[in-house]
């Protein structure tokens, strides 16, 4: 079998001498997210142990031309006799041989300095197809051949045979001081790419939440177009239907005109309230209830920074409890999976039965919601997860969230007491100023300033919270109504259009 094997491997280098082996260039710019070029950084092929640098316009490239056997005679020389590899050298440049059953298991691999010989008879010890790997400095070939005698010739392109070894494939490391090091797995070398690197932040971590004016953080929408398919369209907005615990629900979305699926747009949740739908926030004719879409809050998004989505009741256009809240939480994965939005602001908003409903989002969905605001809140006609280990207290998840609360103290349907003594506090309790271990503390022994007039209002900002959950109460001498307003005629509901809830609440989710 071995002088089988090696007078076939000497025909098989001499029809190697004729081929050409292959070769790659590898082109890439390097970014930032936004499309500017980053010079200076490291680009690493980890396998080849090559590396190069981004130049001015984030640019960089490999290439390598490997030749042939033929071509490299002034480096050396080689030939096989008997099964015998006899090689020479002129330079330093190793002599590498490998060779490989065709599982890709490796039976032999040797590196050579020098001159000197191999006896490559010993290799082979069962009948079959074989690769041999031949490389001397630069110029590499190799080589299909049967222990059998019948010989395959040069299989330089087989990319099944080569891949089992190690063909083209690589892996490309970037880095650049201010960037998070991105590696990237090459199937194949002879390709260009555009690489994006994202910056490190700088930005404090906590045990849970944000820090203010933190990065956005992109939704697996973004740079995507929806999928959503539409079941009607109204004057500002489209209707949609989705499908939660075998029941369909509907919901309003309104984009801005100029929505950028690469850009991540703030979420606002509108809920409604009883004797009302989700409807009439996206077309409705003007009232002290529906003054503007959205709680007023569209009209203030100047540049489009929002996208607005109004949720529907049930049947009875009342929220009934938990399963609203799973119809909530599964509307946002919808939104973010099919839109551009980020993630750490979302905001919902409601007034009477859907105030209530969103103080019961506010205490469940903390992990989703960054902030919420509440007109005529009250603690009752809300569903809450039970803590397990106290069936008696209802926040099971004991975490804080930015709240804000707007209440008339003359109203009648909504208690303003109750809302300040048990909805207020129920937040507070846990909103306290972060401890050295990063668990929130009690601050509902601070009690709110309150308003004690017939005209205006007083907003009050607490200050013994965690200043990334703060907590406003704004009080004013009215009823039930959230479009408050400073005039003093406030009980006949007029001067609505005059509202100035909408502008607070805006600065209030534009904080964050």
């Not at 710019?29 to 200076?40: E, F, P, R, S």
């Not at 997860?385 to 009648?412: E, F, Q, T």
Request: net charge neutral.
């Amino acid at each position: 079998m071995g002088k089988s094997f090696s007078s076939l491997f000497s025909a098989a280098v001499i029809a190697a001498m004729c081929g050409t082996a292959s070769a790659y260039t590898l082109n890439g710019t390097v970014t930032t997210n936004d499309g500017k070029a980053i010079q200076g950084a490291d680009v690493k092929l980890l396998k080849r142990n090559k590396a190069t640098s981004t130049d001015e316009q984030g640019k960089f490239s490999f290439h390598e031309t490997t030749i042939g056997i033929a071509q490299a005679r002034s480096a050396g020389g080689f030939s096989l006799s008997n099964g015998v590899l006899n090689f020479t050298q002129n330079g330093n440049s190793p002599v590498q041989v490998k060779m490989f059953d065709m599982v890709g298991n490796q039976v032999f691999a040797q590196t050579f300095q020098g001159t000197g010989s191999v006896d490559l008879n010993s290799v082979i010890e069962a009948q079959g197809t074989y690769l041999a790997r031949i490389k001397l400095g630069s110029a590499q070939e190799t080589i299909r051949f049967s222990a059998s005698g019948n010989y395959k010739g040069s299989v330089a392109q087989d990319r099944t045979a080569l891949m089992k070894i190690d063909g083209e494939q690589d892996t490309l490391s970037i880095e650049k001081e201010g960037f998070v090091t991105k590696k990237i797995f090459l199937p194949k070398l002879d390709t260009t790419l555009s690489i994006k690197l994202d910056e490190v932040s700088s930005e404090q971590t906590f045990k849970f939440g944000y820090a203010l004016k933190n990065e956005p953080r992109m939704s697996k929408g973004c740079g995507k177009n929806s999928s959503l398919n539409s079941t009607g369209t109204v004057e500002n907005g489209k209707k949609y239907n989705l499908n939660v615990g075998g029941k369909n629900r509907t919901f309003f979305i309104t984009l801005p005109s100029n929505y950028d699926n690469t850009k991540p747009h703030k979420l606002l949740i509108a809920n409604h309230c009883m004797g009302s739908k989700a409807e009439d926030f996206v077309h409705h004719t003007p009232d002290y209830d529906h003054p503007t879409p959205y709680y007023g809050q569209q009209k203030l998004d100047k540049n489009g920074d929002y996208i607005f989505v109004a949720p529907q009741g049930n049947d009875n256009g009342t929220w009934n409890g938990k399963e609203d809240h799973q119809f909530v939480d599964e509307m946002i994965t919808t939104m973010f999976d099919n839109y551009c939005i980020d993630t750490t602001r979302v905001f919902a908003t409601g007034f009477s039965f859907g105030a209530m409903f969103t103080n019961s989002l506010a205490q469940d969905l903390q992990e989703r919601l960054r902030a919420v605001a509440v007109y005529a809140t009250a603690d009752y006609n809300i569903w809450l997860p039970a803590n397990s280990n106290n069936p008696g207290r209802y926040d099971a998840k004991d975490l804080p969230i930015a709240w804000m609360g707007v209440h008339g103290k003359r109203d009648g349907v909504c208690n303003y007491d109750r809302a300040k003594t048990s909805a207020l506090p129920r937040i507070l309790k846990r909103n306290g100023k972060a401890d050295v271990n990063g668990n929130f503390t009690d601050a509902s022994s601070e009690k709110p300033q309150e308003f004690n007039g017939k005209a205006g209002h007083l907003c009050y900002d607490f200050k013994t919270v965690d200043e990334r959950f703060p907590v406003k109460w704004c009080s004013w001498n009215g009823e039930h109504q959230w479009t408050a307003h400073d005039g003093s005629n406030t009980s006949t509901g007029q001067g609505w259009q005059n509202t100035w809830v909408p502008e607070e609440v805006h600065k209030f989710f534009e904080q964050f």
